[in-house]
């Protein structure tokens, strides 16, 4: 397939994906089609992802193809160089110390960048393949970090002061391999478009991070009974400049905030923790929407009532209680806060997009699944678009809140374009989906079926 019309297809995907649709199923079909693709549209469609379809009778109607599904390719060039001008609304890859290329721009203003699902094989994500997410300006590297203030105060019976230094001598340190993992981690997939920071799958990583437990800190400030709330404070600058404003401020309930896997955190992968990620020092609330984790800490207020500061409000960082019509108007009493993040598994290996040589009749698959507060109990691979399911070799956590990583392997019957599927269920028994769930306005709790596209010969 040219490159041009490989370019064009795509773009009208996420332009008009009913016109692209039309378009490669054939116009007249579009409107009515029921039941799985077939004939003249299969053709159109083989034509267009470069090959035969081998399983494409099971193909699901109006399922933009993951060849043409948002999100980096794997064949493109990691660019050392200066992000070129996305013309073709390709990826743009981002240019900042320690990041070497890897990561897609998704915003620029705040900078919030994420990993391309490919790259996300490692065990450890390394930190140059570590998403970044802000919401304000990035604050100059403390020159003295072990100077670094931190205060608790609010609901204690003894307010404290510490500095980073106190807290790494006076508290046990721990080191525990986490999940992060942004609120809207999967809000590209929601149709409508939800608004906020278009993330695919790239908005987690699971890194080492050493630190202390925030209950022991708590603890010696002592929480008095009208305590249950956090709010949390930071030294990031509001993007408008007005050092008035707190950039983001949320906070989580007190049990939270007492789990010994919620940290203090100033150490990522046996590296001091890099400025863009907080540094010289974070919270980590591991499986909670990663809002939580106040970067760049200052200051824990602890509150006799829900926090309410930015990040808080409206539906922000929230899920709906019933389901509403997508796209229409938000009823403020229908939300309730997100905290554990949805079950997900993402296909780390192949890539979307790898072409395979002709002939290839097996393909060996890695993966990484995490399902917030929960395990995974499971991982299923499909190839023939979800038509027959097998069960993946899911590894343990190292700990709790590690990922889960997985293998497996898949036999293609001939040469042809393929989808490879992947979804994993939870300790309760909740399976990701085929399509992003429960819309709501602000586009949280998008977790469906990881898809590549793989093409051989
Ligand atoms: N001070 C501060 N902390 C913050 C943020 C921020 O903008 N300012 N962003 C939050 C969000 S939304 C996420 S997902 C994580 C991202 O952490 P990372 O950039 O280290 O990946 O940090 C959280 N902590
Ligand atoms: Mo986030």
Redesign the pocket.
Known sequence: MSDRIERSIEELYRDDPERADAVVFGRAAAPSRRGFLGGAGLAAMGAAVGGVIPFGSNMPNGLIPAAFAQGAPASAPPAAAPAAPAANKGPVYLNYPGKNGKLVVIGERPLVAETPEHLLDDDTTPIEK???????QIPEAAKEPDKWKIAIDGEVNKKLELTLGEIKSKFKPQTRRMV?E??GNGRSFFSPPASGNQWTNG?AGCAEWTGVQLADVLKTAGIKPSGIYTAHY?A?LHLSGDASKP??SRGVRMPKAMDSDSMIVWAMNGQPLPN???GPVRLVYPGWA??A????LTRITIRDKEHDGPGMTGTSYRLTINPMVPGTKADPKNFKILESMPVRSIITNPGNGSKLPAGTREVKLRGASWAGDFAVRRVDISTDFGMTWQPAKLEKAKNRYDWQRWTGAVKLPRDGYYEIWARAMDSRGLMQPHVAPNWNPSGYGGNPMHRVAVLIG
Do not use: E, M, P
């Not at 570590?130 to 304000?136: H, I």
């Not at 984790?293 to 760049?296: E, G, I, L, P």
């Open positions: 570590f998403y970044v997410r802000n919401n304000g992060l942004c609120g908005g930071a990031d950039t983001l863009i990620h907080g990663g809002s984790s106040q970067k760049w």
